[in-house]
């Protein structure tokens, strides 16, 4: 799926087109209306344009109508900072399919780019999800890395297995004995203390202290739950 960013402020355009390259999608960046307009007619292939709202020179629904008459397949979601519905209405008349208010969740934004993209294209396959996102906490599959507000938590990958198995099913307790077979096998003839142990130096990893948010949780006398 490729898909066209517009978005001015440079902060918010590069959230959007790391979170979307990282869920598998083609990208295509652009700060004005006009700079926006003429990527699409240069490139024609887009999927789904994202566009802000508040824009210099063209606004979003002036864009948002320009595509919409030259690209009518064009599956396109606004972006604004407002909350008021008279600017949802205005979006969705002037041919926007969804909107997303700001601030949004990446997580979120990328969800409702893929649900866009599968009631356009029903039956076909989207790229796979590498990150899980659980504010502040972003794993990065592929990279098999840990993030926290977007800084690098060195994990081993007897760690990296244990978080991934645990973020994968946030606020579900997990046993002991299932997070020893999942990560050591089912085979494996250790104590169950091997799994204390890991969780332990994960949370000192994470940062995680008595006096703070518990995003690592103890089930007493069961096992362990990622709160998210």
């Avoid at 926006?36 to 240069?42: D, G, Q, T, V, Y």
């Avoid at 938590?153 to 077979?181: C, G, H, S, W, Y």
């Avoid at 050591?184 to 250790?190: A, E, K, L, P, V």
Wanted: proline share 6%; hydrophobic share 45%.
């Amino acid at each position: 799926m490729k898909v066209l960013i517009l978005e001015d402020e440079k902060p918010i355009r590069d959230l959007l087109c790391i979170n979307l390259k990282r869920a598998g999608f083609e990208i295509a960046e652009a700060s004005t209306g006009e700079e926006a307009l003429r990527i699409a007619r240069e490139q024609r292939d887009f999927d789904i344009a994202i566009l802000d709202l508040m824009l210099p020179g063209l606004s979003g629904f002036e864009v948002c109508t320009l595509l919409r008459t030259h690209f009518p397949r064009l599956g396109i979601i606004m972006l604004t900072a407002k909350s008021q519905e008279i600017d949802k209405v205005m979006g969705l008349e002037s041919g926007a399919d969804d909107y997303v208010v700001k601030p949004f969740s990446p997580v979120e934004l990328v969800a409702r780019v893929r649900s866009l993209y599968r009631r356009m294209y029903p039956g076909e396959v989207l790229p796979q999800e590498n990150l899980i996102e659980l504010p502040p906490f972003t794993l990065l599959l592929d990279e098999r890395k840990l993030l926290k507000d977007g800084q690098d938590i060195p994990l081993t990958p007897t760690e990296f297995m244990i978080v991934k198995l645990l973020m994968e099913q946030p606020n579900k307790a997990m046993n002991r004995d299932d997070i020893l077979t999942a990560v050591w096998g089912q085979y494996f003839m250790g104590d169950l203390k091997i799994v204390d142990v890991n969780i332990s130096r994960i949370r000192q990893k994470i940062g995680q202290e008595s006096s703070g948010p518990q995003f690592l949780e103890t089930v007493w006398g069961f096992g362990y739950i990622w709160r998210g």
